[in-house]
């Protein structure tokens, strides 16, 4: 190993050649910290368009094209909004672009994953994300401190993740579970019962090819790129914005780099190892 | 002179090694098909065959459930059904509920 020396705020190492170079902690920590381009070995979904990590947390940014979709959707005259004794019928219903934010703490998936609309793929962190008109997207009120449009996961449990005991497949298999929960299992009234609205009810009003979920299968079937045209609420906020907003719900403040107290306080922390 | 008429089939375009085009251009199953299941999306040269012949084909490759149903273009379709060129292939589970 060659030697490297810290005396006071500055590190310093010498080359095999007896050279020397210095510089401070500050700078070093700069130089290790920067953001670097890596999936650390997992072979990403298709769709995935960013990945974005700070602290412990991970955040996938997956974007599914413009489609029609056949989705289980709670009944007109279902006798429960919610839960046992719900009644679904299958609706054909075409998506803009579709953009979910999954949120991995290390490589499990998270509860607090966030769905959203575009009328354009994403190109850069400053495109704005729209609201998703969908049952289940959810709306807090108030915002402040939660998530924007928490996709409703509350019904999958661990075992929805399957056996998974790769690291590296976990994460493929959490986003997969994820995908499943928003795109194959019943939309309900959850939401509204719940965290106060969703995104489907507070959208009602944009346009009237999408106020009902029947108009809305009426106008997919006509054209399904009617949906690139409808004024979804917008956000006002940028892919970037919201993912620094998700960061900071889950209490992750900072650049999340180490900084130099950080490591004045690892070093203070370290506990000698036993002696095998 | 006699004179010979070239057949205007041999002047179609017909891109040579390395053109995207090409890379299924001579697949005898005609054009492609988006195969959705789960995370996997792909176009594949599947058109004509049957949504049976597709799940059976793809069924490692794409992980698709065996309880899944097959949907084209948003209408579920039967295992018998032929897949057409530019169409777009579904495998989904409908299971369970939010909330």
């Not at chain 2, 149903?69 to 579920?76: E, L, N, S």
């Amino acid at each position: 190993m060659e030697p490297i020396k810290i005396e006071g705020n500055v590190v310093s190492a010498v080359s095999p050649e007896g050279q020397t170079a210095s510089m401070t902690v500050e700078e070093l920590l700069e130089t290790a910290n920067q953001r670097r381009m890596e999936s650390r070995g997992i072979i990403l979904p298709d769709g995935v368009k960013l990945l974005d990590s700070k602290g412990p947390t991970t955040i996938w940014v997956h974007e599914t094209p413009p489609r029609v979709y056949s989705f289980k959707w709670i009944a007109s005259g279902s006798p429960a909004r919610h839960g046992p004794g719900t009644e679904y019928c299958t609706v054909r219903i075409a998506l803009p672009y579709l953009v979910v934010l999954a949120a991995f703490e290390g490589d499990m998936l998270s509860g607090q994953n966030e769905c959203f609309f575009r009328q354009r793929p994403l190109e850069t962190e400053d495109d704005e994300l729209l609201y998703p008109a969908l049952l289940n997207c959810s709306k807090f009120t108030p915002q402040e401190g939660r998530p924007l449009s928490w996709i409703c996961t509350a019904k999958m449990g661990p075992e929805s993740l399957g056996p998974c005991r790769n690291p590296k497949q976990r994460m493929r298999a959490g986003f997969k579970a994820l995908m499943h929960c928003l795109l194959e299992t019943g939309f309900n009234y959850s939401s509204e019962d719940n965290e106060g609205s969703s995104w489907f009810t507070e959208s009602t009003r944009v346009d009237p090819r999408v106020s009902t979920v029947e108009s809305w299968s009426k106008a997919s079937g006509e054209n399904a790129l009617f949906v690139l045209d409808v004024p979804w609420l917008k956000t006002g906020l940028s892919l970037r914005q919201v993912i620094d907003r998700m960061y900071a719900y889950r209490g992750i403040g900072g650049n999340g780099s180490l900084s130099a107290s950080d490591l004045v306080r690892m070093i203070f922390n370290r506990r000698p190892k036993k002696p095998k | 002179m006699l004179e010979t008429v070239r057949p205007r089939h041999q002047e179609t375009f017909d891109p040579g090694p390395g053109g995207q085009d090409d890379l299924f251009g001579s697949c005898a199953t005609g054009g492609l098909v988006t195969v959705n299941h789960g995370l996997h999306t792909e176009p594949l040269p599947v058109g004509n065959m049957t949504v049976a012949e597709i799940r059976a084909r793809y069924a490692d490759r794409f992980d698709i459930d065996p309880q899944s149903r097959a949907q084209i273009d948003g209408h579920i379709v039967d295992d018998s059904t032929v897949v057409r060129p530019g169409q777009i292939l579904m495998f989904v589970r409908h299971a369970g509920e939010k909330g």
